[in-house]
């Protein structure tokens, strides 16, 4: 039955209260930054400069930034670009980190000796630090060479989780019976192993989810991520600075939408681990 784990999963989220808050967060989100902005005014538009700031009003809810350009606008129009490099991010980072856990696991010895070693030494080294070593290279990074930056250093947890579940399947009755009826290598691990660790895959993406908005509002906070005129959120708090104090709205809702997004997609990681955990089952 094809789809029928993550139709199960999802059911599962949806019958924890947190995890209904978080996919509700997070689908609500979804829907705005596909079908708002259309019907929004262009975030690049300055309406009078020499109005500066301006508090949330009927005309502007979550008011206008220094620049007199609305942030309800740049806000949800900040949501395309954060949700969408959170999402191809993650979707490197599992695919990465499914391949290297599966090979790992299933072909064992000397190959998986060899790949865990390299995934052990690129753990030590912090994914900020090296992000940061990376990114610092390009004075401009471009929003593709974000994405897969973001993508190719998330993948080390990911790989240590598959390969432990490939290492409990692969002596398992319908592992040996695909073998013995003279499956090969890639057909067992497509068809038979790779369904039994997409629960734990789909876990790691919603809580990877958080912390890849994290990682990129941090950098574009830093001036190292998205580049201006293009709104994020991390951009946006980045540009607020010089209004901190006298325009906080400024900040705070781009703040808002960042904490919001973090806590929908780890209440949806945990309403899963949950739901996969044998003791609470």
């Not at 705005?32 to 690049?44: G, K, N, Q, R």
């Not at 401009?140 to 409990?168: K, M, Q």
Request: net charge positive; glycine share 12%.
């Amino acid at each position: 039955m094809r789809g029928g784990p993550l139709g199960r999963l999802l059911a599962a989220a949806w019958r924890a209260p947190g995890g209904r808050t978080g996919l509700l967060l997070l689908l609500g989100f979804g829907a705005l930054a596909t079908l708002a902005p259309p019907f929004l005014t262009d975030p690049a538009t300055m309406s009078d400069v020499t109005a500066g700031a301006m508090a949330p009003s009927m005309a502007h809810p979550f008011g206008t930034d220094h620049l007199s350009r609305d942030v309800l606008s740049r806000v949800i129009n900040g949501a395309r670009i954060s949700l969408v490099i959170a999402l191809v991010a993650v979707a490197v980072s599992l695919v990465l980190g499914a391949g290297v856990g599966m090979v790992a696991g299933y072909v064992g010895g000397a190959v998986d000796a060899i790949l865990m070693r390299l995934v052990d030494g690129a753990r030590a080294i912090p994914r900020l630090f090296l992000l940061l070593l990376l990114i610092l290279v390009w004075e401009r990074i471009p929003l593709t060479a974000l994405i897969l930056v973001l993508g190719f250093t998330g993948w080390l947890g990911t790989s240590r989780l598959v390969r432990g579940e490939v290492l409990r399947l692969r002596h398992a009755p319908f592992i040996l019976a695909a073998r013995s009826l003279g499956a090969s290598p890639y057909r067992v691990l497509r068809v038979h192993l790779l369904p039994n660790v997409a629960g734990p895959l789909i876990v790691a993406a919603t809580l990877g989810l958080g912390e890849v908005i994290l990682l990129e509002a941090g950098l574009s906070f830093l001036g190292l991520g998205v580049q201006p005129p293009t709104p994020s959120w991390g951009g946006m708090i980045l540009e607020a600075r010089p209004v901190l104090i006298t325009a906080p709205w400024t900040s705070l809702f781009p703040g808002l939408a960042i904490a919001c997004t973090v806590l929908a997609g780890n209440l949806v990681g945990d309403a899963l681990q949950a739901s996969l955990d044998p003791r609470t089952a």
